[in-house]
């Protein structure tokens, strides 16, 4: 299937040489007038080179920062969001070059024709390569967070209960192993070190993790800001760690460079629980070469190369397939995820272990020592889910024949469907769970909390509680709005980081609203990430300011993604006087427009002065604070019910640009552009794209590439972990005070449907209030 970028690219192919016409006629000013010449016998002034002025040193802002003592207030410091930005900067070279390293992993750029459109061509080409480094980079980070963080002893049911209750897990520094210490010596490499750094940004999961595998040392452990921005040059941003090198090696059995890693991975088979090798990828170069000559009519270049990178059956691609080479059975991804499940199973029947996505509440907190309906509900779910796994209904799917392979206990999908119809076909096993013999049905609070340990397995084979994956490529789009907006070399950096961080501290404030998703900005988005990589400095803030554990969702559904900007936008606003948004792009223009009512144009009230201060001094939108959009997915969904939803928010987006612009005209303003062209090289091929909204900027990933789609999450009906988070707060909030859950207005809450009764799903379109 062709990628979007193919399809915009063949789609937009004039109006691309229209922008490359005007940036270029942009690159050539008219020439000065020609200096006056120097009369005969005159010399030009001298000059004393002991007098001459140095060159601004540019580096000054990020060259010598503070990053050992702590903030006072809990917040980040300005040193600490510039060390972020330094580190930003790293990642993005490493991306460009990856990308721009022709053969790397087999992938080289021979085939591809010399004609007017092989920059577009080796940009699909380096994102396969960035494809498979990522991958293998979430490898290396497992098997280096391993070796350095060992398992603990892994809590129980019990054990988790206990230290729940005696507040353990809200005491800083809680752990019985002493936290983790970096030095020069212990670094690890710079892909590590992204990967571990985007881990660190889905704080729910992260705290999950480390709960359960026993390692609340690494979560007491903040990022080592120290020990990591020396080893960045302050002029080419490279990351050397000369003399943690060997140390690496010697920990990991793995080469320095993630470039120089063998051709195949280790994978446990599923059927016979024996380690077999298989390729990451099997993207065949002979046959590219083979294509591309006999490429005629309507079988582009273009076509041709997305069909061949989105062929391979390797462990990094979407269709893995490999046989064991001890027992021949097939392997897939969906192999491997159930088999994740099984083995979490038999990990609670044996050992008492609980299972993922149990352990935090829908306020993302542990089991606590208070008397709130919420906690109450919470543990009571905890019990009944666990159990329901461990009393019966788990060694039930364990004892299902695997039929080498092919047995319903041998995907994901299948060991849901056996969950749900074993619980509406046997009442017993919930009321084994429950303890009782009454109720045989499962409350609002344990559904919700079965969906979200699901989620831990749906499109996700690894032994986190996400995919890391897609957490390091949705990384990539703010990655790439750092750059461009370039803070790093502005001579107002430290203002603008300690502005950044007041405005942070006031998106908090926002965020106490238990009904709504705030959505950030990108320089609150800069901070809020720089605090996260501090995890309990960030869990005691949000707790004190929130009264829950904010988490930092990474897949929010665009449409979702779009109201709650609105609603941002319009309570920022009120609240502040200040616009939220200073970008003047053509989408925050109507985002705007849609804020800011008649009746406050009318009056010119501060809302609409407000508005009308942007427009005061011009400015580049692709380097202004856009919304921060990395987290933007768009859902597959086979009834069509999603697109039928995002086509009438694109048409409400549409009227009110409509009306920005009208209103522009009238004040002798330029509009705002929709069909821009954005200018990008992030692999190191300088391209111009079609603009995307909400990311400002080129669609960020090309799904066929990666085992898993960075940019869509599945909404289907059943489809476990989406239908999550708004409905959790509204639900315990009014059964707390004896209502029931009825029909919720989709306007004013964001949800599609909510059935009333026992039998009630709790569907959510986005991940509402605070994301799961």
């Not at 239908?723 to 959790?728: N, T």
Request: glycine share 6%; with cysteine; aromatic share 10%.
């Amino acid at each position: 299937m062709p990628s979007r970028l193919s399809r915009v690219l063949s789609r937009y192919a004039d109006k691309e040489k229209e922008a490359l016409a005007e940036a270029e006629a942009r690159g050539r000013p008219s020439p000065p007038p020609a200096p006056p010449t120097y009369a005969e016998n005159q010399q030009p002034p001298q000059y004393d080179l002991d007098d001459a002025i140095p060159p601004p040193d540019i580096t000054a802002g990020f060259s010598n920062l503070s990053l050992s003592g702590p903030s006072t207030d809990k917040l980040p410091t300005v040193d600490e969001t510039i060390a972020h930005l330094k580190l930003l900067e790293c990642f993005y070279r490493l991306r460009q070059i990856v990308g721009k390293t022709d053969g790397a992993f087999s992938v080289s750029n021979s085939p591809v024709p010399a004609d007017a459109q092989r920059d577009e061509l080796l940009v699909e080409l380096a994102e396969k390569r960035w494809a498979i480094y990522v991958a293998r980079a979430v490898d290396r980070f497992d098997n280096w967070i391993t070796a350095i963080a060992p398992a603990g002893l892994a809590p129980t049911m019990t054990s988790y209960a206990d230290d729940g209750d005696s507040g353990a897990y809200y005491k800083p520094g809680f752990s019985k192993r002493e936290l983790l210490v970096f030095n020069e010596s212990n670094m690890p490499p710079v892909d590590v070190l992204m990967v571990w750094h985007a881990y660190m940004l889905n704080p729910r999961a992260y705290f999950e993790d480390c709960i359960r595998g026993g390692k609340m040392h690494l979560w007491n452990t903040k990022f080592p800001w120290a020990a990591v921005v020396p080893r960045i040059d302050s002029k080419s941003f490279a990351y050397a760690a000369k003399d943690a090198e060997m140390e690496f090696q010697e920990l990991t059995g793995l080469p320095w460079d993630c470039l120089d890693g063998p051709s195949m991975k280790t994978v446990s088979c599923p059927t016979c629980r024996k380690d077999t090798k298989v390729p990451w990828t099997t993207c065949d170069q002979n046959e590219w070469a083979s294509a591309f000559p006999n490429a005629i009519g309507e079988m582009s270049y273009e076509l041709i190369l997305d069909r061949l990178l989105e062929r391979g059956t390797g462990y990094c691609e979407p269709d893995f397939k490999q046989a064991c080479t001890h027992c021949n059975v097939d392997m897939s991804h969906d192999n491997l995820r159930a088999d994740k499940f099984c083995r979490d199973v038999k990990s609670l029947i044996a050992d008492d272990t609980p299972m993922p996505g149990t352990l935090l509440s829908p306020d993302g907190v542990p089991i606590q020592p208070s008397a709130r309906y919420a906690a109450r509900v919470h543990k009571s779910s905890f019990n009944t889910i666990n159990n329901l796994l461990k009393l019966g209904l788990g060694q039930d799917i364990l004892d299902k024949p695997r039929l080498r392979g092919a047995g319903k206990n041998c995907s994901i999908t299948g060991i849901r469907d056996m969950l749900e119809q074993c619980i509406m076909d046997d009442a017993s096993y919930v009321r084994v769970a429950k303890g009782t013999t009454l109720s045989g049905v499962l409350t609002r609070g344990e559904k919700i909390l079965f969906r979200k340990m699901m989620s831990r397995y749906w499109e996700n084979d690894s032994p986190f509680a996400l995919n890391l994956v897609g957490a390091v490529i949705r990384q990539g789009s703010f990655i790439e709005k750092m750059h461009n907006i370039d803070w790093l070399h502005s001579p107002a950096l430290l203002s603008t980081m300690s502005r950044l961080i007041t405005k942070y501290s006031r998106f908090m404030d926002i965020m106490k609203d238990p009904l709504h998703m705030a959505v950030p900005t990108l320089d609150v988005d800069l901070a809020w990430h720089t605090h996260q990589l501090h995890p309990t400095s960030y869990f005691a803030y949000t707790i004190d300011v929130t009264r829950q554990f904010i988490d930092h969702d990474d897949k929010v559904p665009e449409t979702q993604l779009n109201d709650a900007f609105a609603w941002t936008s319009k309570y920022y606003q009120k609240l502040y006087k200040e616009p939220y948004s200073e970008c003047t792009c053509w989408y925050c223009e109507s985002v705007r427009e849609s804020a800011t009512s008649s009746v406050s144009r009318l009056f010119n009230t501060s809302s609409a002065q407000v508005a009308d201060q942007l427009h005061s001094s011009p400015q580049d939108p692709k380097k202004s604070v856009h919304i921060s959009a990395h987290n933007a997915v768009r859902p597959t969904d086979d009834s069509g019910k999603y697109d039928k939803i995002a086509n009438e928010k694109a048409a409400k987006l549409e009227a009110a640009y409509q009306a920005a612009c009208t209103r522009a005209k009238k004040k002798g303003k330029p509009a705002p552009k929709k069909d821009d062209y954005y200018y990008s090289d992030v692999y190191g091929y300088p391209v111009y794209m079609p603009m995307y909204m909400p990311y400002y900027g080129a669609m960020p990933y090309t799904a066929g590439y990666y085992a898993v789609a960075p940019g869509c999450m599945t909404y289907n009906a059943g489809a476990a972990g989406v239908r999550l988070g708004l409905v959790a707060a509204l639900a315990e909030r009014r059964e707390a005070a004896g209502e029931g859950l009825q029909a919720v207005d989709v306007e004013e809450e964001g949800v599609v449907e909510a059935v009333e009764g026992e039998e009630a799903e709790a569907a959510v379109v986005g991940v509402g209030a605070r994301v799961l």
